[in-house]
């Protein structure tokens, strides 16, 4: 079984609360379960999700999220709460 979360945090201003799956941002989340897809969208009902992000610098960044997640295909909501820590690749590693 291959599963993961994605997330994207659009105007991020450093350590702090930001909201997904609102008609007024263009952030979202999603968890993915082998081939299914569940979406934090505002469009499909979703509570607004929560990115917070506890701490960062040039190289890591951590913190946690939680979002409500629908699927169409399979007509379900699913519940997904956790914490993240990752290693940030700088533009000029990523693009060459």
Known sequence: MYNGF????????????YHTGTDQ???WAMY??????WENHYSY????GV???TGATEEF???????EAYNPELDNMLYAVGEFGLKLES???YNK
């Open 91 to 93: 533009r000029e590693q």
């Open 6 to 17: 994605m997330f994207k945090v659009c105007f991020y201003d450093g350590p702090g609360v």
């Open 45 to 48: 009902g979703n509570d607004p």
């Open 51 to 53: 990115v917070t992000i």
């Open 25 to 27: 941002t263009v952030s």
């Open 61 to 67: 960044v951590k913190g946690t999220f939680e979002f």
């Open 32 to 37: 993915w379960e082998d081939f299914n897809l």
